[in-house]
């Protein structure tokens, strides 16, 4: 079928399809005084057209319909900045060409494909956190704990259509101290001004009707209550309205962890989470991280359970609550609690949404293990309430304040208060 260009270099004119610069006559029989000459031009530079091979353009000849196809293609991909007239011109021309550009979709999937295959994402923070005093057993409520800059990275890369490999790293800068380089510590206290880790390193994929993930990764069983920091080894699921998972691996105080755990799907709007985990020393009451010197948390047998659930399209409520087998003759500090009503959601894809949340927590030292990622030590030795809310001011944003009222929840004697405001970017 024999097309005019006409009305393919007037749209590539137009709309700036190609590129802006103009390059030196490629062709003898389009003369810089043609009224195509320079939408002809940017076709040449941005590779949609290269004439005959002889240096001649040949504008009258019957274009195949996969070139006409290919210049239509780089108009839609354009669309946005083109005019209603202009935009209906593409609408026919899609029309027209629909069996080509189907095709030719096909092998742009496939690179797109290709690409996907590799991701890179991430995070920026920055945290300012006002605390007003040490509890009793030295984790970090004081005012020079966590005012830092936060650069999180992840790459991702699939294997295959169902394995995927993953490695993340954060970087730390204090800002109370940013000239310092002083290597990390295990308990981020206020001479920590630089902190690199290896947050994630994993493989995930499926064997069979299961899940296998192995590596160094985010763990935390249940609603993270005992546990929340990194598992250090290898976890089997299997199940999907009802979901079970076992896990062998290490804490990163080198003591040995075991982990069962069952996810049950009740309803749409409600699920139910329980866990027992099995922590068995290795021998040494304190461990050397970087140049610190940390003592570890109680060892034992620790039990989770706890549901989450939407009270209505707006409101959820979460609770979970946790015993362990230390200190258990002290009744009480061996029991810890977590509540948490949220009202709405903050969707970092949805500019302008937010939410406000209202929570209780009564966690004892000795009811818990590690829970190093879960608000930054703040999460242990706390009996009280914690109020804030969570705002999206942009797309792949979020604005978080909150504050924390109570006492330490070891001895009850020790008012604790904590003020954040944090603002993060997501990449």
Do not use: C
Not at 110 to 124: D, I, Q
Request: glycine share 8%; no cysteine; aromatic share 12%.
């Amino acid at each position: 079928m024999k097309k005019s260009l006409v009305m393919i270099l007037t749209l590539v004119f137009v709309m700036g399809i190609a590129g802006t610069a103009f390059a030196a006559n490629p062709f003898s029989d389009v003369p810089a005084g043609h009224w195509a000459y320079g939408a002809i031009n940017k076709l040449v530079a941005e590779g949609i057209i290269d004439g005959n091979g002889n240096g001649t353009f040949q504008g009258d000849r019957t274009l195949t319909r996969y070139e006409v196809a290919a210049i239509v293609a780089r108009a839609i991909a354009r669309e946005d900045k083109a005019n209603r007239d202009q935009q209906q011109l593409i609408n026919k021309l899609a029309n027209e060409y629909k069996d080509e550009l189907e095709s030719m979709n096909v092998s742009i999937k496939m690179l797109e494909e290709k690409v996907s295959k590799f991701k890179v994402s991430g995070s920026l923070r920055l945290r300012l956190d006002d605390a007003n005093s040490t509890s009793t057993d030295g984790n970090a409520y004081t005012t020079a704990d966590k005012q830092h800059v936060n650069l999180a990275v992840a790459a991702t890369y699939k294997v295959n259509q169902d394995w995927v490999v993953r490695a993340e790293s954060s970087w730390e800068r204090s800002i109370l101290y940013p000239s310092s380089t002083t290597s990390a510590t295990w308990n981020y206290d206020y001479y920590t001004a630089l902190k690199n880790e290896a947050k994630q390193l994993y493989a995930t994929g499926p064997i069979g009707s299961s899940t296998i993930k192995v590596g160094k990764f985010d763990w935390a069983p249940a609603y993270g209550l005992v546990y929340n920091s990194k598992g250090n080894g290898a976890q089997y699921s299997v199940g999907t309205k009802v979901k079970t998972t076992v896990y062998w691996g290490r804490t990163d105080y080198n003591d040995q962890h075991k982990v069962a755990k069952l996810d049950w799907a009740l309803s749409p709007t409600t699920n139910i989470r329980l866990a027992t985990q099995h922590v068995k020393s290795n021998g040494d009451s304190t461990v050397s991280v970087d140049t610190d010197t940390v003592t570890k948390p109680s060892v034992g047998v620790y039990y989770e359970g706890g549901f989450d659930t939407k009270l209505s399209n707006d409101f959820g409520l979460m609770a979970a609550a946790s015993q362990s087998d230390y200190n258990k003759n002290k009744g009480s500090l061996s029991k810890a609690y977590l509540t948490q009503l949220k009202y709405k959601l903050a969707d970092i894809n949805v500019p302008g949404s937010s939410d406000i949340f209202v929570e209780y927590r009564k966690i004892p030292t000795t009811a818990v293990y590690d829970r190093n990622d879960a608000e930054d030590y703040y999460a242990v030795d706390f009996k009280g309430t914690r109020v804030g809310f969570e705002y999206v001011p942009m797309q792949n944003s979020k604005l978080t304040a909150f504050y924390m009222n109570g006492k330490d929840a070891d001895t009850g004697l020790i008012d604790l208060k904590v003020y954040r405001a944090q603002m993060e970017w997501f990449f």
